[in-house]
Antibody, heavy 116, light 107 residues
């Protein structure tokens, strides 16, 4: 069974850092591009970042460029999102999703709250 | 960056109604358009990819059409489990933007 499980969310003060992880199982992780998508409370979906299967190409949304870093470890079937200089507007549920052109599998999400 | 617009932002409909949601891109995205359904507290579910390709397991009452800049999602006969938020997303070029969403509510 294909499964994505996010972890690493929590409460952090403005200006702080968090590292999110996404553990993948049930498919050939090293053949898929991966994504992070977030959703602020009561708001719509916002694409955050994507990484190709071999990490050759990486893309970021304008709102996180220079502050967030996406990476992956194909040996560990894991995707990461290093988030620095966090702001209140970064608060929300962060989802990892498989496949950039066709995001067909999503995790349940991890909640990030940026507040003092 | 490519901007995505959806209409309507919300609609009220009854079980059995035919419902159409439209999505417009600010420039051509060919057929790089996905449709998602999301229920409260749940992750999005991919319904349609490449503008018109129904995902495995998705009921045939859902259909997608369009290419270039104008797209639509149609539910031929609305069912109780279809009341949810719907989003389009372009995957032609980064940033891979989502539309603002359409809330489908019970009349």
């Amino acid at each position: 069974e294909v499964e994505l499980v996010e972890s690493g969310g929590g409460l952090v003060e403005p200006g702080g850092s968090l590292r999110l992880s996404c553990a993948a199982s049930g498919f050939a992780f090293n053949t898929y591009s991966m994504n992070w998508v977030r959703q602020a409370p009561g708001k719509g979906l916002e694409w955050v970042s994507s990484i190709t299967s071999s990490s050759t190409y990486i893309y970021y949304g304008d709102s996180v460029k220079g502050r967030f870093t996406i990476s992956r470890d194909n040996a560990k079937n894991s995707l990461y999102l290093q988030m620095n200089s966090l702001r209140a507007e970064d608060t929300g549920v962060y989802y990892c999703a498989r496949g950039t052109e066709t995001p067909d599998c999503w995790g349940q999400g991890t909640l990030v709250t940026v507040s003092s | 960056d490519i901007q995505m617009a959806q209409s309507p932002s919300s609609l009220s409909a009854s079980v059995g109604d035919r419902v159409t949601i439209t999505c417009r891109a600010s420039q051509t995205i060919y057929s790089y358009l996905n449709w998602f359904l999301q229920k409260p507290g749940k992750p999005p579910k991919l319904l349609i990819s490449a503008a018109s390709s129904l995902q495995s397991g998705v009921p045939s009452r859902f259909s997608g059409s369009g290419s270039g800049t104008d797209f639509s999602l149609t539910i031929s006969s609305l069912q109780p489990e279809d009341f949810a938020d719907y989003y389009c997303q372009q995957t032609y070029s980064a940033p891979f933007t989502f539309g603002p969403g359409t809330k489908v509510e019970i009349k």
